[in-house]
């Protein structure tokens, strides 16, 4: 069965300095990644997903990610955050071969500081 | 926007009770979805719903589940007999295709079970 693992619970950061959040997964067979952001007292949204090609992937709000098979790493990052950016950030994998259903991290809160 | 919406937004049940989720996907996608997250805890997959019929569930989701579409819009969860660890926070999702596809979330209904 597969898993995801992200390695920090909360994460504070300045306004307009860099961010990155860790994301490793285990899964004995190949996976689609994604990134969903949560802002409070809303649903989740798609920052960006890795489904094949490139491993750097570009997201929404000036998000990025990189896809490391060998490390079995999906780290997500932004060079220069927003106060606006404050949120809880989850990572997820589905199957390929099988099945849709997403299995998420614990989830990382990022908290902004001005 | 098209957006997924639920109702009721915090529902407060005593333990023993029937409660429906109610769920409206957007309007064009075929599969939907339900997850839960307990306060503290990962989001859960429950149980995903293609053709009129479940494609897939959790070990979760069990007899005192249910899932229907009862006409061409509405998706709902029923718990026939709520128990105190129900309590939590439950994600309707729904999707345009299969595999790889962005879920879009609705922003969930909190269940209290007293």
């Known amino acids: 069965a597969q898993s995801v693992t992200q390695l920090d619970s909360q994460v504070p950061v300045f306004e307009e300095a860099p961010v990155e959040l860790r994301c490793n997964y285990s899964?004995?067979?190949?996976?689609?990644l994604f990134w969903y952001v949560q802002y409070p007292n809303q649903g989740l949204q798609l920052l960006l997903k890795?489904?094949?090609?490139?491993?750097l992937v570009k997201g929404i709000n000036g998000f990025e990610a990189e896809f490391n098979k060998s490390q079995t790493s999906f780290h997500l990052r932004k060079p220069s955050v927003h106060i606006s950016d404050t949120a809880e950030y989850f990572c997820a994998v589905t199957l390929k071969a099988a099945g849709n259903k997403l299995t998420f991290g614990g989830g990382t809160r990022v908290l902004v500081k001005p | 926007e098209p957006e997924v919406t639920q109702t009721p937004s915090h529902q407060v049940t005593q333990m023993g009770q029937e409660v429906i989720l109610r769920c409206v996907p957007i309007?064009?996608?075929?599969?939907f979805y339900w997850y839960r997250q307990i306060l503290g805890q990962k989001v859960e997959f429950l149980v995903s719903?293609?053709?009129?019929?479940?494609?897939?569930k959790s070990e979760i989701f069990d007899d005192q589940f249910s899932v229907e579409r009862p006409d061409g819009s509405n998706f709902t969860l029923k718990i026939r007999s709520t128990k105190l660890e129900d309590s939590a926070m439950y994600f309707c999702a729904s999707s345009e295709e299969f595999a790889g596809y962005e879920q879009f979330f609705g922003p969930g209904t909190r269940l209290t079970v007293l």
């Open positions: 719903f293609y053709n009129n019929e479940i494609s897939e």
């Open positions: 899964s004995s067979v190949s996976v689609y």
């Open positions: 309007s064009n996608h075929l599969y």
């Open positions: 890795y489904l094949s090609g490139s491993t």
